[in-house]
């Protein structure tokens, strides 16, 4: 199993001068956190890119996933970067793709 979070907890002006650090850090303690509730041993947990497609897309190119869980926020409680990311992997990749909301 592979835990990506991407660092997509950023205003749009440090995305757009790449201030990404806090982003990064908070997403690290995301996908740690969830890699120790995974009920199996055999996780791995990454930060990925800030836009939740492309961290989905560069995980696929190392990791052979058979399905994509995807756990979001509400539309209406999600990050500008976040809204519509599961409806965008749905249409986007050719895996079983489940989205769960917290």
Known sequence: M???APATGISRLDWLTNAEDDAR????????????DAPTDNVESKVGDSDPIQAIEDALVTFPAD???IVTLS???AGWLEK???????????LPVTHLVV
């Open 2 to 4: 592979l835990v990506v």
């Open 67 to 69: 399905e994509l869980i």
């Open 75 to 77: 539309n209406e409680d």
């Open 84 to 94: 519509g990311s599961a409806e965008t992997a749905l249409d986007r990749f050719s």
């Open 25 to 36: 850090a908070d997403a690290a303690e995301r996908a740690d956190t969830l890699a120790e």
